[in-house]
């Protein structure tokens, strides 16, 4: 008898193929739908949804408000029971006929120019004296930002008060030096300028520091080469200097033209856009005509609140236009 076992012979079944109806691939990293489901797709969504909700409530509805205001005749009983006739483009041509229209046109044209070049020239004046890194520098250049860190109702009370015909600082002062008192908030031919002074004052700060920033981020390297080659200091400023700040400029002068085009609070509490109509801009005409009343007008308010909106969109479009061509150049 034989003591050896014999291990039964297994038989190995040959592998089952399945038909194509049957194979069900792996899903693929790179598939639609994978990208789709991907947990990187819906955190992205997270960061953006509050941003997205933001903008809808607070910019992208008033203003579908606001242009829906301005094509219909709206009253007080209008918003009450929700009936405000369409009346297309009525509200426009109203303003448009408007004794009003013209000299506010020209009013938020010099307000904002004349602003805009005050502010940007003693910003950037002040901005290149104190990249001089003197002793002292840090600290005068904090007390510049007093202006631009008080409430615009601080502001222009004190303005107010400083500009009083009777009482004010500011003819005290004149009148110490043998000159006349100046009517500055009640005369007609200084209202306008009393307001632009003011806003100039209230603006240099914001001019200061982003050009201030913008000198930092100019290489040294190119100052001492250019004083190398006998430059003085303007001919390095306006050769070296400017150029290379001209980037920084153009935003700086297109948020300032947002923020000047808007300004209502400032020449509302010196003037009121008085008298007769001699300091009023398109921001304080539109808030006469839809809240200033006693039968508002919230139509044609809306209407001159939007032709600012489409002021500031179109600069907003040029200043786009020029910095692609600069990059493409």
Known sequence: MNDTTQTPHRAEHPPTRTTGAERTPAPDPGSPRRRRFAPERWAAWGFLAPVTAYLVLFYAYPLYRNLDLSLRHYTVRSFVDGDAPFTGLANYREIWHDPTFMPALVHTVLFTAVSLLFQYGIGLALAVFFFQRFRLSATLRALFLVPWLLPLIVSASTWSWMLN??????????????????????????????????????????????????????????????????????????????????????????????????????IWIMTKGGPVDSSTTFATWSYRLGFGNLLPSFGPGAAVGNLLVIAALVFGLIYIRVQRKQASA
Do not use: C, M
């Open 165 to 266: 015909s009777d009482s004010g600082v500011v003819n005290t002062a004149l009148h110490a030096v043998g000159v006349d008192p100046v009517n500055w908030l009640t005369a007609p031919t200084w209202s306008l300028v009393s307001v632009i002074i003011a806003n100039i004052w209230i603006g240099i700060p914001f001019n200061l520091v982003v050009l201030y920033s913008g000198l930092q981020t100019i290489p040294e390297s190119l100052h001492e080469a250019a004083s190398l080659d006998g430059a003085n200091a303007w001919q390095r400023f306006r050769r070296v200097t400017f150029p290379l700040l001209r980037p920084v400029s153009a935003i700086t002068l297109l948020l300032g033209l947002v923020y000047t085009l808007k300004v209502f609070d400032l």
